[in-house]
Nanobody, 125 residues
Framework: VQLQAYGGGLVQAGGSLKLSCAAS????????MGWFRQAPGKEREFVAGISRTGGRTAYADSVKARFTISRDNAKNTVYLQMNSLKPEDTAVYYCAAKITNSWSPFTVSYAYDYWGQGTQVTVSS
């Protein structure tokens, strides 16, 4: 499975960005998908996760009510809509896929089987 994340960029605080992650796998709908981020000098952290059908989602407390994860299984793509961005949201954002028949937030990076290359998000104050 190959994951290609894109949509990052430079935005002012309070602005919005929408990240996309396109998957090469024809069985995309069988993967739980997640977004993680890693700021310089910090560990990679969970941002959001979504179940195979999109019916269930989970968010880190730091992004709850500001970010929205969604997916379009017909397009093999998962999205992360980011609103009210803050300078502390600055990081490289990664999408990840997990092979599973169940749903759980899967908030730890080692739970995921495949990773995209990351896209830089920079929020200026």
């Amino acid at each position: 499975v190959q994951l290609q994340a894109y949509g990052g960029g430079l935005v002012q605080a309070g602005g919005s960005l929408k990240l996309s992650c396109a998957a090469s796998a024809p069985t995309f709908s069988t993967y739980v998908m997640g977004w993680f981020r890693q700021a310089p000098g910090k560990e990679r952290e969970f941002v959001a996760g979504i179940s195979r059908t999109g019916g269930r989602t989970a968010y880190a407390d730091s992004v709850k009510a500001r970010f929205t994860i969604s997916r379009d299984n017909a397009k093999n793509t998962v999205y992360l809509q980011m609103n009210s961005l803050k300078p502390e949201d600055t990081a490289v954002y990664y999408c990840a896929a997990k092979i599973t028949n169940s749903w759980s937030p899967f908030t730890v990076s080692y739970a995921y089987d495949y990773w995209g290359q990351g896209t830089q998000v920079t929020v200026s104050s």
